[in-house]
């Protein structure tokens, strides 16, 4: 098929899942922001979501964006190494007009999927699968903002973020007009104006995330989520709803503790 078979078809398919995966990051800041502004709002949208069945759809397409592009990155990467041949080594200063992070994308994809994993077992793992499994900790899974504040009561957590949201700066601003290009959109006049307007894109995107970071660890060292009686009283409800799940320690198939080791005790 043309989308696999020639390499102006598999930047497409780059393109196209970079595009979603854009829009999907965008939304997921969007909805952090429910997190400040409206905690108990953003628990309910988890409720909302949880493991429903369009949530699992929503998500097992997103999986496969994920998967999609990870596998084209390390396919036309190794596709284009294998053009260059040797002179790949032969090169060793680049014109300046040729980014950093466009000779980086790989390695950027690579930080990115290492936060990935580390934020899926903190929340996805607790949450989404402990609700798909029937079995869940402590929290119950739709408190969105107790899991929050589990992440966010380690030091560490924020740390491993700002550097996945760095990578994930690098890696919106190059994928951002490279894919107007792949898509065939690449003349003098549009090229800047993409350029820029990615940079403003994942500027806003990342510098949300970041200040997120920071608003999340503040408030979980706060005990924010822990001792508001609204919330307490909204954790209570979500407990008495899922009284049948079983608990963590009966249920060998669940992820038992994704928090490290400093934040068990809260
Ligand atoms: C302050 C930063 C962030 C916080 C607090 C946060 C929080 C969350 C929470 C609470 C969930 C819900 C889990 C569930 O219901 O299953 C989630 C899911 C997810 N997050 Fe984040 N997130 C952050 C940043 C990011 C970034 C930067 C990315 C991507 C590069 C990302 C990718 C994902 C993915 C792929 C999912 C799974 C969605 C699904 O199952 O449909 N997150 N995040």
Redesign the pocket.
Known sequence: MWLTNSSIGRKLVMAITGACLILF?TF?VLM?AVAIFWPAAYNEI?NF?GANWY?LV??AG?AALFIIHIIYAVWLTVQNRKARGNSRYAVVSKPPQVEWASQNMLVLGIV?VAF?VV??IQ??AK??LAEIMGCHGEIPPQA?TL??DAAFSCWVTPVV?II??VA?WFHMTHGFWSMFQSAGWDNNIWMPRLKSIGNWWATIVVGL?IV??VV?TINAHNGTYRNCPALQEQYREFKSEGKNAVLVEECSACPESAVPQCCQNK
């Open positions: 990051v997921h952090n988890c979501l949530a929503a998500s997103l990115i990935l934020h899926m929340f996805w949450m989404q969105g899991f929050i973020y996945g949201f994930l995330f997120q970071a999340f």
